[in-house]
Each structure stands twice: as structure tokens, then as C-alpha cells.
Nanobody, 135 residues
Framework: VQLQASGGGLVQPGGSLRLSCAASGFTLDSYAVGWFRQAPGKEREWISSISRTDGSTYSADSVKGRFTISRDNAKNTAYLQMNSLKPEDTAVYYC?????????????????????????????WGQGTQVTVSS
């Protein structure tokens, strides 16, 4: 059972990258998927999640409008499209999977117009992929 995050690299400010999160050993369509990042010296930050069933997406305010999460259940893979990248987006990016009955994932909550990570543990984590935004 494994999640494999890939697609990171070095990109200039304003550029784009697409990260992939490939599942093996289990069927990703039974899981909601989340993306996190952790910059040096900082705590892990939740970025975005996608539901298991209807593909509803939820994003942190810090990336809203720039990052888009998606999934292709036929390929057992989720994605994070990152546009208009900034130097402060530099971090190791991780994907995670949470078994879900559908609807709003247990790992996401909505409060006063914004989405947040609830702290509920995910079932599986990927190993991380480095994204560096620099000129």
C-alpha cells in the first residue's frame, strides 16, 4: 500500500507545476485526497482536498485561485495543479488519503467562509516532493 507524490522541481516565480499522487495497493476512489506542504522551519500546512464521490474541492485561502486539486479514479491518481507560483510556495508537498463515505471529508471543516483541516488523521501519506520557486 503506497502513495507516491511526484512532479516537484525548480520553477521561476509566476510559473506552474502539476503534482501527481499515485496510489498503489489500494483503490483511491474509496478515499478523499488531501495535499499538504511543509516549508523549512514551519509547520505542515493543509492546502487542498477533494472528496471521494462528487469531486467537490476545498482549498485553503493561501492557495485559492492559484492551485487546483483534481483526481482521475481510472488512473488511481490525484493531482495538484499549481499556477502563479510564488517564492513562499517553496516547500515539500505531500499527498494523503482518507477513507470516506463521501461528501465533505472528515479532514475538512468550513468556518466563516473558509476551509480548514480538522486534524483528523489520514489513512495513508505519500513521501513528499520538493517544490522550489526561485529565479
Amino acid at each position: 500500500v503506497q502513495l507516491q507524490a511526484s512532479g516537484g522541481g525548480l520553477v521561476q516565480p509566476g510559473g506552474s507545476l502539476r503534482l501527481s499522487c499515485a496510489a498503489s495497493g489500494f483503490t483511491l476512489d474509496s478515499y478523499a485526497v488531501g495535499w499538504f506542504r511543509q516549508a523549512p522551519g514551519k509547520e505542515r500546512e493543509w492546502i487542498s482536498s477533494i472528496s471521494r464521490t462528487d469531486g467537490s474541492t476545498y482549498s485553503a485561502d493561501s492557495v485559492k485561485g492559484r492551485f487546483t486539486i483534481s483526481r482521475d479514479n481510472a488512473k488511481n491518481t490525484a493531482y495538484l495543479q499549481m499556477n502563479s507560483l510564488k517564492p513562499e510556495d517553496t516547500a515539500v508537498y505531500y499527498c494523503a488519503a482518507e477513507w470516506s463515505r463521501g461528501g465533505l471529508p472528515r479532514t475538512v471543516t468550513y468556518y466563516r467562509g473558509s476551509y480548514y483541516y480538522t486534524g483528523v488523521e489520514y489513512d495513508y501519506w505519500g513521501q513528499g516532493t520538493q517544490v522550489t520557486v526561485s529565479s
